[in-house]
């Protein structure tokens, strides 16, 4: 079983959907990076948190640290939103991160 | 503007060749990693460096080799011993904690090699 699980594996929605990715994690964690990758690769870093929300434009992200428990969510979808949303977990004491295996968003017109 | 550099995009090479992937920050991080991704597989760790001429073996380092004599270079080697190198490969680099600050990770565009 991995250590970080993400779902829905894939996600395909209509354009101003409201979209909620989520990631469960069974190792103890200091934060939670919520990751994007377009199809050409590169990853950027959307959030890190470790409690409570945050909120970046249309993208809000949440933690649960007693459930163990993350939310990302996209307000009024976008098709440029369609990407791999990656959540992954910073390890207490290394600072390493372990990942989730993403989801794949389509967000269709 | 400050950032990691990885070069090149894509690379090609013959099997049983030796390749380096380079990756450069500007950022001031202590720290930097590499990843590989495979299809339908989370990123795996494969070597990461927290000081300048020390490196530490990730979860699959079999096969690859790092350097790390400047804090802002962290150049991965995929010798003729990786069984399947072909793969994307990221770079990333990290400030390391603070007192009770904790930072984030920062991520290069990645290096897709294929061998042939």
């Known amino acids: 079983k991995n250590e970080v699980e993400q779902s829905p594996q894939n996600l395909t929605a209509q354009e101003g959907e409201f979209i909620t990715i989520n990631c469960s994690y069974s190792?103890?964690?200091?934060?939670l990076h919520w990751l994007q990758q377009h199809p050409g690769g590169g990853i950027v870093s959307l959030f890190m948190l470790s409690s409570g929300k945050k909120k970046h434009g249309r993208l809000i992200a949440t933690i649960n640290i007693q459930e163990k428990h993350s939310s990302l969510h996209i307000t009024a979808s976008h098709p440029r939103d369609s990407a791999v949303y990656i959540c992954?977990?910073?390890?207490?004491?290394?600072?390493?991160?372990?990942f989730g295996t993403g989801t794949r968003l389509t967000i269709i017109p | 503007d400050g950032g990691i550099t990885q070069s090149p995009k894509y690379l090609f090479r013959k099997e049983g060749q030796n390749v380096t992937l380079s990756c450069e920050q500007n950022?001031?991080?202590?720290?930097m990693y590499w990843y590989r991704q495979d299809p339908g597989q989370g990123l795996r760790l494969i070597y990461y460096?927290?000081?300048?001429?020390?490196?530490q073996k990730g979860d699959i380092a079999e096969g690859y080799s790092v350097s790390r004599e400047k804090k802002e270079s962290f150049p991965l080697t995929v010798t003729s011993a990786q069984k399947n190198p072909t793969a994307f490969y990221l770079c990333?680099?990290?400030?390391?904690?603070?007192?009770?600050?904790?930072?984030?990770?920062?991520f290069g565009s990645g290096t897709r090699l294929t061998v042939v």
């Open positions: 950022l001031n991080h202590d720290a």
């Open positions: 190792v103890g964690i200091s934060a």
């Open positions: 460096s927290q000081i300048v001429n020390d490196f």
């Open positions: 992954a977990g910073l390890l207490f004491g290394n600072e390493k991160l372990t």
């Open positions: 990333a680099s990290k400030l390391l904690r603070r007192d009770s600050t904790n930072y984030g990770y920062t």
